[in-house]
């Protein structure tokens, strides 16, 4: 007897929060890792971690360019604002929709 397959056409919806506001990143920190839904010590899964830097504020002159003594022993705090992790798969998945839509915005870009 073949065998058959069954599928199933399901719809997704995204709920919206109005009251849910965007985390600013403007730092990634994507690290190999082992899934916690997996076989332990297989890395599989690719933890993302999203951070906010703020500007470093030197007590300069206005106008001034910061030296490297003036930067020396200076650490710029980074405060996680979302953490992740993704199977490889997804995440290449993610990366093909990331490219399809930064297509686009190039595409716009160019057309204004």
């Keep these: 007897?073949?065998?058959?397959?069954?599928?199933?056409?399901?719809?997704?919806k995204w709920v919206v929060d109005p009251t849910s506001q965007p985390s600013v990143a403007n730092v990634l920190l994507p690290q190999y890792g082992t899934p916690p839904f997996s076989a332990?010590?297989?890395?599989?899964?690719i933890y993302l971690t999203?951070?906010?830097?703020n500007p470093v504020l030197f007590d300069l002159?206005?106008?001034?360019?910061?030296?490297q003594e003036d930067v020396d022993g200076?650490?710029?705090?980074v405060v996680p604002v979302a953490q992740l992790v993704v199977?490889?798969?997804?995440?290449r998945d993610f990366v093909g929709q990331l490219q399809q839509v930064l297509g686009q915005f190039d595409e716009n870009a160019?057309?204004?």
């Excluded at 200076?74 to 705090?77: G, Q």
């Excluded at 199977?87 to 995440?91: E, H, N």
């Design 1 to 12: 007897m073949p065998e058959t397959e069954t599928l199933h056409n399901l719809r997704a």
């Design 40 to 45: 332990p010590n297989v890395p599989d899964a």
């Design 50 to 53: 999203f951070g906010h830097m």
């Design 61 to 67: 002159e206005p106008g001034t360019v910061p030296t």
């Design 74 to 77: 200076t650490v710029i705090p």
């Design 87 to 91: 199977t490889v798969d997804r995440l």
């Design 110 to 112: 160019q057309g204004e």
